[in-house]
DNA sequence: CATGAATGAGATTTCATTCAT
DNA sequence: GATGAATGAAATCTCATTCAT
């Protein structure tokens, strides 16, 4: 009878993302969310501290997601290269998952990195952790049992990371995007990862 | 007696390159940016159109410095990687020239990719035209001369593209730094790239 | 307990009508009127778009009036002069009802009149169209009647639309005022217009 | 040899004109004016006192020139209809003799009639009684000599001051003109203040 | 006389946030 | 839970006016 209840929650949220992943943090008044979410500007401080509330569930969410995504990629496979290429995998499909979310966390946290205490940059610590643990464990058992060339640990971690985040920028920025550029990263990588990766194929 | 003839503009210029890069833009109040240069607000709209003016002509200078820079690389080299080799070094070693305004650039700039008109998008898309032209020049002339591997020449490019700003990024940013970030990015390109990679290293 | 239910939005109105008439629209500032109407500034802004939407109500609604009272003009009469009198009562008359709308009129539209898209250009625009169709219907019917002089019928219309020009100015500037200003106008003009004026009074 | 010494004193005043006649008093800023004119802004203080002594140097000469031409308006004339003639041939003319300082003084003046000391106010007041003393002598004498009706004196003063206020405005506004306009206006008049106006023409 | 540069003072406007109901 | 109305605090920008030279 009574108007299916939506929940707010989400509306609010869900407005809030799409417009801070349009116009920026700074350039989306509450006004403007609580207009797109279809309820009254009080309804959102009802729900959330305020602006900054709303700004960082929607990182912490989106970063929850994409490391709970991290945790379920397999952790035995045949080759170490898989699991590098699973990582490349995800991190290209996420954004198309969550695309705002995605914009937002990369056109919006750089600016915001400065405070130590803020969430993105604790996220983003957050999430150097937990590549640096990936890649570093698939690079030194890789290495250990010869399927790798014996590159620098660190710096490699480093290099791959900085690959990874610039895939992902340029894809969630909606920049031009070209054929192919997932089977390209994984075969650049395999090439100058694997030993006789062109005996392979 | 006569107060050293101090540049105001280029005062101005600095504090806001420093504010902006600290806090960003929309953080950042003119008036903030008139004590950090030793003057009175309406300097800056003396000097300058205004606040946004002020951003518009820290980006063109940066980029312009970039593009210069990236016009002196040698066009003639023993081999195409060479070629390569130095985008990456330069690319590294901007962000060591101009820290603040590359910073400025590399968080500031995403946010406001949307506006089609702003300066942010027009030196983005001059920079990728660039980069494009540079890379797809290396790498075509690479692979015909059997220099290169036979790779896929857009997908490359845009993949270069990517792992260049994953760096100029992750340095921009002042993220933590590891040692032998260049050497390891140039090793890894060049094992993907170059045929015999492993027979001359 | 509650405070008196007042019209806010009335309050700021009257205030700015007030203001504006007593020094000027450039002349007065927004929080002149917010303190006249015993508010904060903002809240002009919640109701009102700004300053110039504030003018703009002002214009709109004194014309509206205006054109209202001249609708309500009794459209037939035993005589035409009888309606150019009734049009020369309601110029003089309306000051007395609104005299600050009136003198903001008069006083402040003149030097806003460059702009073709103002309120105070269109609004002057409309006033001339009705005077004119007025007029131009009194003179023509009382001429072919035999009532009125053959008078040239657009200069008459013209030299009428200034004097009732003229004299709603002097009532409204609240110059000096003589006795009599409505029956000596009234009277100098059926002198003028209407044939053996002489006989019957 | 040197560019011919351009009186710079008379190129403010007039760029002043120009632009306070066309924008507004408040809306030209000394910026503009001394562009126009085509000399800096402290030019404009070395020559006047500030902004408003401009504008009140304009309104003077303005005036003065007025009143100089009315002063010489023939003081003997066969009828006493022929010298309100006069007056009315004045005014219209004078439009179009300096047609910028009457727009500025019609357009801005009536916003600042407030203030009793302005400039505006006495050249307003100063007008008022001469115009009173040239009508209150003609009609008064017509009136004895038989050549007028016998109309009250005080209010058809006022009604002319009225008319020919109204009709200097609707030139000085430029608003769209009619033709013949003068002759109206004059045979207006007449038919309303001569006796046998008539018989005679 | 003239100017490039500067400024004090303030104007309009915006916006996240909060009451009172 | 929800809202219409309100506000404190500030931000950007303007401008007449003045120095130092």
Chains 1, 2, 3, 4 share one sequence.
Do not use: W
């Not at 509450?30 to 959102?44: C, D, F, H, M």
């Not at 031009?176 to 390209?184: D, N, P, R």
Request: charged letters at 30%; hydrophobic letters at 40%.
């Amino acid at each position: 009878m009574a108007r299916p209840r939506v929940n707010k929650k989400q509306d609010i949220l869900q407005a809030a993302t799409g417009l801070f992943a349009a116009q920026g943090f700074d350039g989306t008044t509450t006004l403007q969310i609580s207009k797109e979410a279809g309820i009254t500007e009080p309804v959102i401080y009802y729900h959330f501290k305020g602006k900054d509330d709303l700004f960082t569930r929607i990182i912490i969410t989106a970063f929850a997601k994409f490391f709970s995504q991290m945790d379920t990629l397999p952790s035995k496979t045949e080759t170490e290269f898989e699991k590098i290429e699973n990582l490349i995998s995800l991190h290209l499909d996420i954004v198309k998952e969550m695309p705002d979310e995605i914009y937002l966390a990369v056109s919006t946290c750089p600016s915001r990195l400065k405070d130590p205490e803020g969430i993105c940059r604790r996220s983003v610590r957050e999430m150097r952790r937990r590549l640096k643990a990936y890649l570093a464990g698939c690079l030194e058992k890789g290495i250990r049992q010869g399927e790798f060339h014996s590159v620098p640990l660190d710096a490699t971690v480093n290099l791959l990371s900085a690959l990874l985040n610039g895939l992902i920028r340029q894809r969630g920025l909606k920049l031009k995007e070209v054929k192919g550029v997932k089977e390209t990263a994984v075969e650049f990588c395999r090439r100058s990862l694997v030993k006789n990766a062109f005996g392979h194929r």
